[in-house]
């Protein structure tokens, strides 16, 4: 994905300001590769980024490979001692060893692949039944605030503002990756937030405004637009200051925020 690949790319705001996954994305993951007898000893995370996702299976799995096809992203990774990080497209798992992977992972990145290519590799390094699992994201909600969610969204999808600046594959991330068809058997679905207290949101946090405004700042359209129109106002702040101006939010006040969230678990064939 070329924009975070970019050597002018500001991985360490994108380290310190996007979203992680909360237990419950961990603890149905882990119960689903449990119920297939998975083992837990190597994990691999595809567009893996800084490293958020890998982190955290390192505490589970006895090696995690992290691959990434930025530099720039893999320069701020999380390091940890049972954590290998590979510069690689996720379409090229070569050095990964065919039949060696327990668990492999995509947070965020699976709208940018081409899929029949990935998903051969996927199949190709995990062991039989082993479990694949992806997570993406939609625009984020601020609970309480539905005109300053609604901003939000017109940023990003509105023509005159972020909406023609996307890499190809937004519109499938959008769409909750319903339009990709998975090859493997025992596929599950969930969708967040689901209403039920028995299923909570997968990503939810509280954070300051100024958060939102670092956060927002992140998104790989936003970089595109300083770079095109270098002249025009910070569209990110205006948007921020606009939605504390319309709801008298300091921006140190904080808010619950909620996004969108698809995930989808796999097994490979025997």
């Known amino acids: 994905m070329a924009t975070f690949s970019s050597k002018t790319f500001n991985s360490v705001l994108y380290q310190s300001f996007r979203p992680g996954y909360n237990a419950n994305f961990y603890k149905i993951l882990y119960n689903y590769h449990a119920r297939n007898q998975g083992q837990f000893n190597t994990a691999v995370d ?23 096809a930025s530099e720039t992203m893999l320069a701020s990774a999380v390091q940890k001692p049972n954590i290998t990080y590979h510069v690689s497209v996720g379409e090229n798992l070569s050095k990964i060893p065919s039949s060696s992977v327990d668990v492999l992972t995509v947070a965020q990145a699976l709208h940018w692949f081409d899929h029949p290519k990935f998903f051969s590799e996927v199949k190709r390094v995990l062991k039989p039944h082993g479990t694949f699992a992806a997570v993406g ?95 025009r106002r910070d569209i990110v702040d205006e948007t921020i200051d606009a939605i504390k101006d319309e709801n008298n939010l300091a921006e140190e006040q904080q808010v619950r925020i909620t996004w969108p969230t698809v995930l989808i678990l796999a097994a490979n064939d025997a």
């Open 46 to 68: 595809v567009g893996t980024g800084t490293g958020q996702v890998a982190s955290v299976l390192a505490e589970k799995f006895n090696h995690v490979h992290g691959v990434d």
């Open 137 to 231: 994201y939609s625009f984020v909600i601020i609970e309480d605030y539905p005109r300053a969610s609604e901003r939000i969204r017109d940023m990003g999808n509105e023509p005159e503002q972020l909406g023609t600046l996307w890499d190809h594959g937004r519109l499938i991330l959008d769409n909750l990756y319903k339009s990709i068809e998975v090859p493997m058997k025992n596929v599950e679905r969930h969708y967040y937030p689901s209403g039920s207290e028995e299923h909570p949101p997968l990503m939810s946090e509280t954070v300051t405004m100024k958060h939102m405004r670092n956060y927002l700042k992140t998104w790989s359209a936003y970089k595109t637009y300083c770079e095109r129109y270098p002249d």
